[in-house]
């Protein structure tokens, strides 16, 4: 008699698991197709529209690192800038001209010939906040 009403008891848990299961899966399927709109729509685009980023990207911004423009992160790729140099970097911009860089106080021999190696991969642009806003040229908060 116990085997037989602990069998029940898993019985009915399974089933139950299923019919919350298959009930929680159509109210969703049912509420995305009121909520969202159809895909179609979320992929056009109104012509002539761009942002202030793509518009930058579009520059000479898209292919330098623009000093005063880029967070710390995007210094990775250049040997000896990330993270020290790239954050006194970004600490003492904006800069009028990429060779305004070589004027940061307190930068050893070292850190200037690391500069001086890679000054033609940099590039100075006006600051625009959408790359710069929310403060998290130092940390972004991305972690590896």
Known sequence: ???????????GLVLGCFAWAGEQSASAATFSRLVLPPSS??????????????????TEYGKKLDLNNSGVRDFREFRGLYP???????????????EDVFNISGLTQ????????NVDKFTVTDVES???????RLNNGFYD
């Open 1 to 11: 008699m116990k085997r037989l009403g602990r069998l029940l008891a898993v019985l």
């Open 130 to 136: 959408v790359f710069i806003e929310g403060d998290t």
């Open 41 to 58: 729509l979320i992929a056009v685009e109104a012509p002539g529209r761009t942002n202030r980023a793509d518009d930058k990207l579009a």
């Open 110 to 117: 070292a850190q200037k010939k690391v500069l001086e190696a």
């Open 84 to 98: 020290t140099l790239a954050g006194l970097i970004i600490k003492n911009a904006p800069y009028e001209k990429v």
